[in-house]
């Protein structure tokens, strides 16, 4: 009799698990969006992400309500939130009014709200992962390099070039650490990206990535600013969906920093995953951390353990090999902000001035105008940053 009391038991609990809920989702005018059928198992973010897949609206900005209770536990089951059989859920999809954003930010006045940013990282991560590795661009084109936290200067590059309404840009990463405002200057770029992501065009620099905004000092300023871990978090799922290379108009290559052993065709950059983190060897992490040395014939290490130098052999060799005219890259502090070598074939341009406040260095951003003819344009800004 007990065992078949406990089967009984047994086959109502698995006919409760198989058990579907039909969710007819609306909007807020009550009409018919879509119809999800889901085990009555499945969770509130099981919901949520086959919305996602047939409507497309991220799992971030989706509001759901039923009977005029908000679904906002996203573990609890269907079940467990009184959805069973056939149901209608409301869907609310949230937005951010990126053009308020930009125009605060580009007034250096209040910093974009934490929900805000945590919903602007999602949209600015869905649009990287549709993004190639290596981007393929057509000139003219304003390149800038490092940037630290450099949100004044930022402001000069859009106040003196254009905007992204205005001018095409590209930027070779190292947005964060350093400098003070570092959220200011990523949030500005990444609510630019949402406005105008085929006028703005943003690789992945060394700073972004988990171990380094941990420690030099993108991450304290996320809790100074109250924006809390949780945030910060936010901003390493962006860095691992950035792409990482560029490639002008079938003859320039923009990357972050340098080359790599482990990179003889432009294939080996079209093949590069995303998400990713970045390892502590290999072709990525060579993209990310090598740079030319004036002193090096072909590789050797670099001043830290994870760096590789290479030398001006090593880049013609590759530029040759490739059918390319020229490389573009921002390794490290430059004097005058910008460097040309092997006849004009390597270009070296590091944006922020007077780095750390403890150089003299002037930073530079790179003209490329629709011949692919470049100049380099300087400037003297101090390293200032208006605090929140």
């Known amino acids: 009799m007990a065992a078949s009391v406990g089967d009984a038991a047994a086959a109502a609990g698995a006919e409760a698990q198989a058990a579907e809920v039909e969710v007819t989702v609306l909007t807020l ?154 959220v200011e200057t990523l949030t500005l770029l990444l609510l630019y990206k949402k406005k105008y992501p085929e006028r703005i065009h943003l690789l992945r620099g060394k700073f972004e990535t988990l171990s380094l905004s941990r420690i030099y000092g993108f991450y304290d300023e996320c809790k100074k600013k109250e924006l809390s871990v949780r945030i910060w978090k936010e901003f390493v799922r962006v860095f691992n969906s950035m792409p990482i290379c560029a490639l002008v108009q079938e003859r320039i290559l923009c990357v972050p920093s340098g080359l790599s052993p482990f990179l003889q065709s432009l294939d080996d950059l079209r093949k590069i995953h995303r998400p990713t983190d970045i390892p502590d060897h290999g072709l990525l992490c060579d993209l990310l951390f090598a740079y030319y040395d004036d002193h090096v014939r072909g590789w050797e290490d670099g001043d830290k353990s994870i760096e590789m130098c290479f030398g001006l052999d090593v880049v013609e060799e590759f530029l040759t090999k490739n059918g390319l005219e020229k490389m573009c890259c921002s390794p490290r502090v430059l004097e005058e902000g910008k460097e040309a070598r092997l006849g004009d074939r390597l270009l070296q341009v590091f944006t922020a001035s007077n780095y750390c406040g403890e150089f003299d260095n002037r930073g530079a951003v790179l003209l490329l105008d629709e011949h692919l003819e470049h100049k380099f344009v300087t400037h003297d800004l101090p390293w200032q940053e208006r605090g929140r």
């Open 29 to 182: 005018a009550g009409e018919p969006l879509v119809v999800v059928s889901l085990p009555s198992s499945s969770t509130v973010l099981d919901l949520k992400q086959a919305i996602a897949t047939r409507c497309g609206h991220l799992v971030e900005v989706q509001q759901l309500t039923y009977k005029e209770s908000a679904l906002n536990d996203s573990k609890q089951t269907l079940t467990e939130c009184g959805l069973e059989g056939n149901v209608a859920v409301t869907l609310l999809v949230r937005g951010i009014d990126v053009d308020l954003h930009i125009e605060r930010l580009r007034a250096k006045g209040s910093l974009t709200e934490a929900e805000d940013i945590k919903l602007l990282c999602a949209m600015a991560e869905k649009i990287f992962l549709k993004e190639p590795s290596l981007l393929q661009l057509e000139p003219p084109l304003v390149i800038s390099g490092n940037l630290v936290g450099c949100a004044d200067q930022l402001h000069h590059i859009f106040d003196t070039f254009g905007d992204p309404a205005a001018s095409q840009h590209l930027f070779l990463g190292n947005y964060v650490n350093r400098g003070h405002r570092a």
